[in-house]
């Protein structure tokens, strides 16, 4: 009984976008990226898929981060929000989940010089609208004359 099974790493992370969850999970496999149970070259529309991919075309120019990046699983799970709020909140998950796996700093330097939300989480959210008016905002005008 003193075999010792090799332990196989995961990692999960999180990104959200307004109303959209994304949740993230990261293991050893064939170099697969999908969204929602969806390959990633199949993703629609082009936007979004060029978004998801950004995280991973900026990790593959590292050259000490490139050769791991070809042997993990992405698989991100999406809720809620339409599909570009979802496209981002994906787009962080797997961001920080690269960063998780890889444990780079360079990698973390390079995500936050080239686009800040890549890393941290939007929280911005619609306002809700109020009683009596046409939004958020937006009242009745007055005329007293």
């Given at each position: 009984m003193g075999t010792k099974e090799k332990v196989k790493r995961i990692v999960n992370q999180v990104g959200k976008r307004k109303t959209a969850i994304a949740r993230v999970t990261i293991k050893e496999g064939k170099g697969t990226v999908r969204i929602n149970k969806?390959?990633?070259d199949i993703?629609?529309?082009e936007v979004v898929r060029e978004k998801l991919?950004?995280?991973l075309s900026i990790a593959s120019e590292?050259?000490?981060?490139?050769?791991?990046?070809?042997?993990?699983?992405?698989d991100v799970n999406v809720r809620?929000?339409?599909f570009m709020g979802q496209a981002e909140a994906a787009r962080t998950a797997i961001a920080r989940g690269l960063v998780d796996w890889t444990k780079n700093e360079?990698?973390?330097?390079?995500?936050?010089?080239?686009?800040r939300s890549l890393l941290v989480s939007d929280v911005?959210?619609?306002e809700?609208?109020?009683?009596?008016?046409?939004?958020?905002r937006a009242h009745r005008q007055k005329s007293y004359r």
């Open positions: 969806k390959s990633l993703v629609e529309p991919s950004e995280p590292l050259p000490d981060v490139s050769g791991d990046i070809g042997s993990i699983e992405v809620g929000g339409g360079g990698l973390k330097d390079m995500y936050l010089e080239y686009d911005r959210k619609k809700p609208k109020k009683f009596g008016a046409k939004g958020a």
